[in-house]
């Protein structure tokens, strides 16, 4: 069975950066669609960016349009995101997974805080 290990969150201050990566356990499970997904206190789970199996297409919500990038590195079966111009309302555990999702799949995550 594929894992998705996510790493790389922390606490920042309002404009900081962090990159996130997600990496699976098995590289046929990275050449389709992957997605970064976030869930905040209360809130539901939203897809925040994703990409597709050629790296030729991706998209975003549009509250972090302009500020996340979303990347992949098939050979490393590897998911990143790098997070800019953070802000308190980034904050929320992130994770990835395919898009659309498997619900057999989602990780731990890795939490993201902004501080103001």
């Known amino acids: 069975q594929v894992q998705l290990v996510e790493s790389g969150g922390g606490l920042v201050q309002t404009g900081g950066s962090l990159t996130l990566s997600c990496v699976a356990s098995r590289r046929s499970f990275t050449i389709v669609p992957m997605g970064w997904y976030r869930q905040a206190a209360g809130n539901e789970r939203e897809l925040v960016a994703s990409?597709?199996?050629?790296?030729?297409?991706?998209k975003y919500a549009d509250s972090v349009k302009g500020r996340f990038t979303i990347s992949r590195d098939d050979a490393k079966n590897a998911v990143y995101l790098q997070m800019n111009n953070l802000k308190p309302e980034d904050t929320a555990v992130y994770y990835c997974?395919?898009?659309?999702?498997?619900?057999?799949?989602w990780g731990q995550g890795t939490q993201v805080i902004v501080s103001s």
């Open positions: 997974n395919w898009d659309p999702p498997s619900d057999a799949y």
């Open positions: 990409i597709t199996r050629s790296s030729e297409r991706t």
